[in-house]
C-alpha cells in the first residue's frame, strides 16, 4: 500500500505564504508525476500544478509567478510553496502522485493514481 501525508496548511493573511509538504510512503517502486490540487467550497477539483520525474512543471494560470511546485526523488516527497497568497486560494488542497508499487511480489509491479487526505488552506482578507 502506498499513503500519502501532506503537511503546511493552515490560516494566513492575505499577501503572506505557505508551504505545504507531501510525503509517500509504503512499497514504492518508482513516482511518475507528482502534483497539487486544490478544492474550494462549491467548486470542482482542479489543478494546481503538477511536476514529472525529470523535474519539468505545468502550473494552472491563476498560480503562475506566485506558486512553486518541487520534488525529492531521493525522499519521495513534493512541495508546493505559495506566495502572495489571496482569499480565493482558499481550499483544500490535495497532494497526487503517479506511483509504480510492487505487486504481490518483488518482480512484480503495478501503477496508479494515489491521493492525500487533504490540508486545508484559508486566505483571510
Known amino acids: 500500500q502506498v499513503q500519502l501525508v501532506e503537511s503546511g496548511g493552515g490560516l494566513v493573511q492575505a499577501g503572506g505564504s505557505l508551504r505545504l509538504s507531501c510525503a509517500a510512503s509504503?512499497?514504492?517502486?518508482?513516482?511518475?508525476?507528482m502534483g497539487w490540487y486544490r478544492q474550494a467550497p462549491g467548486k470542482q477539483r482542479e489543478l494546481v500544478a503538477t511536476?514529472?520525474?525529470?523535474?519539468?512543471?505545468n502550473y494552472a494560470d491563476s498560480v503562475k509567478g506566485r506558486f512553486t511546485i518541487s520534488r525529492d526523488n531521493a525522499k519521495n516527497t513534493v512541495c508546493l510553496q505559495m506566495n502572495s497568497l489571496k482569499p480565493e486560494d482558499t481550499a483544500v488542497y490535495y497532494c497526487n502522485a503517479d506511483v509504480t508499487t510492487y505487486y504481490y511480489s518483488p518482480s512484480r509491479t503495478f501503477r496508479r493514481d494515489y491521493w492525500g487526505q487533504g490540508t486545508q488552506v484559508t486566505v483571510s482578507s
Open positions: 509504503g512499497s514504492i517502486f518508482s513516482i511518475n508525476d
Open positions: 511536476i514529472t520525474s525529470g523535474g519539468s512543471t
